[in-house]
């Protein structure tokens, strides 16, 4: 067994077991603990004794809430180079896990929000449980559903994967599963639970098949029943530019390979780290918790095609590589 403050990894029963050691702050990923497990998969993929790797939380309230954004909201402030290194590496472990060869089993009971659903859905098996609560919220930061989500999100069933990047919806274990995002769900006395989104999946196809954020606030609108006009109220107080930035980037992603997907969400990353809204929703949301950011654009029609689309510009030598 090797051990870290932050990150214990050991080997039981044939299996490789990885223990996110930061309870305090729900398990959010550290730029350390993302190297430290890097080269702990390839090694267990190398190694014949280790049949699978099992990825939990400590403590009773979290997965992995998520990267650890305070860090990089402070090194972005500070000029500092965080804003590249964590992405980069947190995209590679991403990959790391889409490619693994043996079981890779996330025990996602609990929080698992961001960067805590890179680490758990590119894997063979997510087992939900009573304590499952799973978002992609990063659009309520002025940010965008990276980590992989312009390859997982756009494959979910109907149009699902736009509903949750949009809104950074909440789902239970039951959600969970009816989306795909988990594999298994350990058994209580509330497995029978009816999915709330499988009630709504009409609503949301035909809603989110809209062609623009204007027309899906406008569709939801119509909808005349108060689930979708509380589904138009979260959109609108999220960051306008994460907003249409996302819809093109599901757009996009739907015909992308995983590499592809990561290459271009790596671009998105350092267009994001480099403007406005994501210091400003960490702001409000997480340092000052006044919940009133102010966001840059103010409003979806100030958010033209073409700042839209340089979100997605290459990065020259910059861009990021698997070898």
Not at 28 to 51: C, F, G, H, N, Y
Not at 182 to 203: I, N
């Amino acid at each position: 067994m090797s051990e870290t403050e932050e990150i214990i990894f050991e080997v039981k029963r044939g299996a490789g077991f990885i223990t996110l050691n930061r309870p305090e702050a729900l398990n959010a990923l550290t730029l350390e603990m993302i190297r430290a497990m890097i080269p702990q998969l390839a090694a267990w993929q190398e190694d014949p004794s280790v049949k699978a790797v099992v990825i939990q939380g400590a403590g009773d309230r979290a997965f992995c809430a998520g990267g650890d954004v305070r860090a990089v909201w402070e090194a972005g402030r500070a000029g500092e180079s965080l804003t590249a290194e964590f992405f980069h590496e947190e995209y590679r472990l991403n990959r790391m896990v889409h490619t693994f060869a043996k079981p890779y089993v996330a025990l996602i009971d609990g929080i698992t929000m961001g960067g805590g659903v890179g680490i758990s859905v590119h894997g063979s098996h997510r087992v939900a449980g009573d304590r499952t609560m799973l978002a992609m919220p990063e659009v309520g930061i002025g940010l965008f559903p990276d980590v992989g989500g312009s390859y997982f999100l756009p494959r979910l069933p109907g149009r699902l994967g736009l509903f949750l990047a949009l809104t950074g919806w909440r789902l239970k274990a039951a959600d969970a599963l009816y989306c795909g995002l988990a594999t298994d769900y350990v058994p209580s006395d509330r497995m029978g639970d009816l999915s709330d989104l499988a009630q709504h999946q009409e609503v949301i196809d035909h809603c989110f098949s809209s062609r623009s954020i204007e027309s899906i606030l406008a569709t939801l609108e119509e909808a005349g029943d108060d689930w979708a006009s509380k589904v138009a109220g979260i959109i609108k107080k999220h960051s306008p530019t994460s907003l249409k930035v996302t819809f093109a980037q599901l757009e996009k992603g739907a015909t992308l390979d995983f590499d592809q997907a990561m290459i271009q969400e790596y671009r998105m990353s350092q267009a994001f780290m480099a403007g406005d809204d994501f210091y400003e929703g960490i702001r409000a949301v997480l340092m000052d918790k006044d919940q009133q950011p102010k966001w840059s654009p103010g409003d979806l029609a100030s958010v033209t095609p073409e700042l839209v689309e340089s979100y997605f510009r290459p990065l020259g030598e910059r861009d990021l590589t698997f070898t």
